[in-house]
């Protein structure tokens, strides 16, 4: 008969019988002297007597813990390889009263994850890290980690892990203790009692600062694998503490407050008014009839980048769009754009567009001499040809299309305002189609200018492009 | 009220009447403008966007707001859905419902950033690993954009599974009239999520099963759903097919070129229709064999090589003869173009008589 009574007791945590686990249900896949065993146990308790159980979600990592959804009697999610903290993340953010434990080993976190892991601490994301360094890839069957030791033999270091090939092993705590965002990073060991009493502590504060809504808390665990490492549980505790420590050191790495941050997020408002549908639309105008019958128009623009090209083939499209007509705007993009020249499509139909892309355009608004000899030959027989010169290129000629040269750069540098040249081929496409009414296209510019001196010039402007069509003698054939 | 809208845009205007919560992306051209629409508009609505340090990130982040019961999309092109890939089958592995925007640009490799049809293998065909499908959708329009948008949530959700808006640089970049109405729908109940609380603690997410029985139900579970959804949710199009001696086929920006391809060859006497699939998977296999049976010859066009070219060919099943012409590297295939070629494969089939 003794005088002391062993108590053993189990986190309520973790479920009594593993029943997500084909065999031997009572008790766990993990070795014996595995230091992920210890782990969960410390996270267990803590959950429980925090009392954060039902809030939980557990995000369990690929490795050898990737079952850990058997034990964890929480909500459970279960990551792709090293992609642990980004599922965290949206976790996290997707349900902020939650408590989201991302549980990682060396080769997930500081591997093939080694970008997720910096990005969510680096963000500050509010949940907790719990990063199991076993200086090998456990499930695997003992290939090199990151953190393997230097002469450390795995069975892709044969010969021992050599800087020269492999470089050194990282020092995760010590990384993610350089970022702004995180609260509290410290490295513990599974060694012996009193620093399992030490990762207790660590665990438990890592929770605490989440469920104070604190900040991303990240403790590193130096966790011995007897299986892979080829020793007794006892000597691979020995290990921890004389090759692990010394080259890991058990330290407080960061503990603060977070750093004030600014969070100035957007007013909010209902999707309704979001979008502009019901009744917070603005009013729609009203068509204006047009001079001449006809209202299918295909044209194409082109010039230099910053002409405005793109401009005032969205304007067209918004015109013929409140005039009740279908319309399309295709765009050239890219780099093409950059190295200087942009041109677009604008369809205005009656019908709905087919082909958005302009093969043959009705109308071509020429911006400079290379749009002008690239795209005049493709204008349909009886087109009408913009060009934004006094003259055509005296080398240059089209057949059976009309010819409209309005030096609509030079009027718009007239009006003080060489930016409104477009405005100024506006002015003349509406002259020479009678397809698009001038006072649509004022009331377009009005809703989309909000400043009543622009709109004044882009006025100026399409009234002199309008003016010199109605001026100039009858186009050369 | 119609408002001239970006493809690219509209797809967030879909996404936020769908009740899209979250929105995790990282840039790449031609689809920027569906983040940078995303961070404009979801934060004024609640609702979470993050540029995300990649898309592996992406994805993975998607996955976890997926898990939580969010409705959540990302959105990227050609080289970025490669990286998804691996996410994208764990999505469907673990069951999650996801939107995920493909704008597909010039490949292979870093290629080009002009419209092409080539992911169309990677994702109608899954791309990922292991025995899984994305639902496909493909816009045609801007309208589209928003409205298959919509449709992919609805379809992810009721399935739960990913489901991918198959676009390109052109349906992305061009503007066109939209129509909103303002019905916003919402995600259904989904009991199956965690959400860290005490109803859903006992929920996982998970696409590891050790045991080859267990992982064969479960596969096969999968196979069983796909089954049924192929029978249901495949949708098309046509356009003056009625009376078509030769049936043209094309999705996406290609099936607008065909149209003004269609009244083109009309015009030169033949008489062409045109059958556009919206759903690539399911791909409308069955209305296309209908829509086939009196034609002569089915000419099916692609920014390709010629990929959706093959479940054309299972479709029709040897019934009629099949041909392809494609554009790639950015270059589209333009109506005058398509209907020269069609007349030249008339010409060369024998059994005409032309
Ligand atoms: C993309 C991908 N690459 C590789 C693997 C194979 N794999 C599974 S676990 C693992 C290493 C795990 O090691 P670690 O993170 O140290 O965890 P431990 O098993 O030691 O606990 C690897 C490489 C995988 N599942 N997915």
Redesign the interface.
Same mark, same amino acid.
């Given at each position: 008969m003794s005088d002391y009574q062993v108590v053993q007791s189990k986190s309520p945590v973790f479920y009594n019988r593993y029943e997500?686990k084909?065999e031997l249900q009572h008790q766990t896949h993990y070795c014996s002297g595995c230091g992920h065993g210890i782990a969960h146990k410390l996270v267990a308790e803590a959950l429980s007597d925090m009392g954060l *159980?039902?809030? &939980?979600?557990f995000?369990s990592p690929v490795g050898c813990s990737?079952?850990a959804?058997y034990y964890f009697?929480?909500?459970?999610?279960?990551? =792709?390889h090293g992609?642990t903290p980004?599922?965290?993340?949206?976790?996290k953010?997707?349900?902020p009263?939650?408590?989201?434990i991302a549980y990682q080993g060396d080769g997930d976190l500081a591997a093939i994850g080694t970008?997720?892991i910096?990005?969510a601490a680096n963000r500050g994301e509010k949940f907790t890290v719990f990063f199991v360094n076993n200086a090998i890839y456990g499930m695997t069957g003992g290939q090199m980690a990151p953190t393997t030791l230097v002469g450390q033999t795995s069975t892709t270091t044969p010969w021992g892990r050599r800087p020269s090939n492999e470089g050194f092993p990282l020092h995760m705590a010590e990384l993610i203790a350089t970022l702004e965002a995180p609260v509290y990073v410290e490295r513990v060991a599974l060694c012996d009692n009193k620093n399992i009493m030490r990762a207790r502590k660590a665990v438990r504060k890592a929770i605490e600062l989440q469920r104070d809504g604190v900040g991303f808390s990240f403790v590193e665990i130096l966790s011995p694998c007897p299986t892979i490492w080829k020793m007794t549980p006892n000597e691979a505790r020995q290990w921890v503490a004389d090759k692990m420590v010394p080259v890991f050191p058990v330290s407080v790495f960061r503990d603060r407050k977070p750093p004030a941050i600014e969070n100035g997020?957007?007013? *909010?408002?209902?999707?309704?008014e979001?979008?502009?549908?019901?009744e917070f639309?603005p009013a729609?105008e009203e068509p204006v009839a047009p001079r001449s019958g006809r209202r299918n128009l295909t044209i194409k623009i082109a010039g230099f980048g910053g002409q405005g090209v793109l401009l005032l083939g *969205?304007v067209l499209?918004?015109i013929g769009?409140r005039e009740g007509l #279908?319309?399309?705007?295709? $765009?050239s993009?890219?780099?093409e754009m950059r190295s200087g020249s942009a041109h677009c499509h604008v369809c205005l139909s009656t019908e709905p567009?087919?082909?958005?892309?302009v093969?043959h355009p009705d109308v071509l608004m020429a911006m400079n001499e290379i749009s002008l000899r690239k795209f005049a030959p493709q204008v349909v027989s009886g087109g009408v040809v913009i060009y934004n010169r006094d003259a055509l290129p005296a080398d240059f000629a089209v057949r059976q299309v009309r010819v409209s040269c309005v030096p609509a750069s030079e009027l718009a540098d007239q009006l003080g305002a060489a930016k409104a040249a477009n405005m100024v081929m506006l002015g003349a496409l509406i002259e020479l189609t009678h397809v698009l009414p001038r006072e649509q296209a004022l009331a377009v510019l009005e809703t989309t200018l909000h400043d009543g001196a622009l709109l004044e010039i882009d006025r100026r402007a399409i009234d002199a492009g309008i003016d010199f069509v109605r001026k100039a003698a009858v186009p050369a054939a | 009220?119609? *408002?001239?809208c970006k493809g690219n845009v509209a797809v967030i205007?879909g996404a936020?009447?769908a009740g899209c919560?979250?929105f995790?992306g990282y840039p790449i &051209?031609?689809a920027s403008e569906i983040a940078e629409a995303a961070a404009q508009?979801l934060?004024?609505?609640?609702s979470?966007f993050?540029q995300?340090?990649?898309e592996? =990130?992406?994805i993975?982040?998607?996955?976890?707001?997926a898990?939580?019961?969010?409705r959540?999309m990302t959105a990227s092109s050609g080289p970025g859905l490669s990286l998804m890939q691996?996410?994208i089958s764990?999505l469907a592995g673990?069951e999650l419902p996801c939107v995920i925007v493909d704008v597909v640009r010039g490949g292979p490799g870093l290629g080009?950033?002009?419209p092409e049809q080539s992911d169309y293998f990677a994702m109608v065909k899954g791309g990922g690993h292991g025995n899984y499908r994305n639902f496909v959708v493909a816009p045609a329009s801007v309208q589209e954009m928003a409205d298959l948008t919509m449709l992919a949530f609805e379809l992810a959700d009721r399935y739960r599974n990913p489901a991918i808006v198959l676009t390109d640089?052109?349906i992305g970049?061009?503007?066109? $009239?939209l129509e909103?109405?303002?019905h916003?729908l919402h995600a259904p109940e989904k009991p199956w999520a965690?959400?860290?609380?005490?109803e859903?603690?006992?929920?996982?997410?998970?696409?590891?099963q050790l #045991?080859p029985d267990?992982l064969e139900a479960h596969v096969r579970k999968l196979e069983a759903k796909y089954k049924q959804a192929a029978e249901v949710e495949a949708r098309h199009e046509l356009y003056r097919a009625d009376d078509a001696e030769v049936l043209l086929v094309g999705y996406g920006?290609t099936s607008?070129?065909l149209?003004?391809a269609v009244?083109l060859a009309r015009k030169r006497g033949v008489r062409a229709g045109l059958f556009r699939p919206i759903t690539l998977w399911p791909f409308p296999s069955q209305a296309l064999a209908q829509a086939a049976l009196y034609s002569q010859m089915v000419f099916v066009v692609e920014m390709s090589t010629g990929q959706m070219v093959e479940d054309v060919k299972l479709a029709l099943d040897g019934s009629v003869d099949v041909e392809f012409f494609g554009r790639v590297g950015g270059n589209?295939p333009? =109506?005058?173009e398509i209907c020269d070629q069609l007349m030249t494969r008339m010409a060369m089939n024998v059994d005409w008589g032309v």
């Open positions: 997500r084909s *159980q039902d809030r &939980t979600i995000v990737v079952f959804y009697d929480v909500g459970n999610v279960q990551a =792709a992609r980004a599922v965290a993340t949206a976790l953010r997707a349900r009263e939650s408590i989201v970008a997720e910096l990005h997020g957007p007013r *909010q408002i209902s999707v309704i979001l979008l502009g549908l019901g639309s729609v *969205q499209a918004e769009l #279908e319309v399309s705007w295709l $765009p993009y890219g780099p567009v087919g082909s958005p892309l093969e | 009220m119609r *408002q001239l205007k936020v009447l919560r979250a995790y &051209t031609p508009f934060p004024q609505v609640g979470t993050l995300a340090e990649s592996v =990130a992406a993975n982040m998607a996955y976890g707001a898990s939580a019961g969010l959540v691996e996410g764990y673990a080009d950033i002009a640089g052109f970049q061009m503007m066109e $009239p909103l109405h303002p916003i965690v959400r860290g609380s005490r859903t603690r006992g929920n996982l997410i998970t696409s590891i #045991e267990v920006i607008r070129v149209r003004a009244d589209v333009l =109506a005058e």
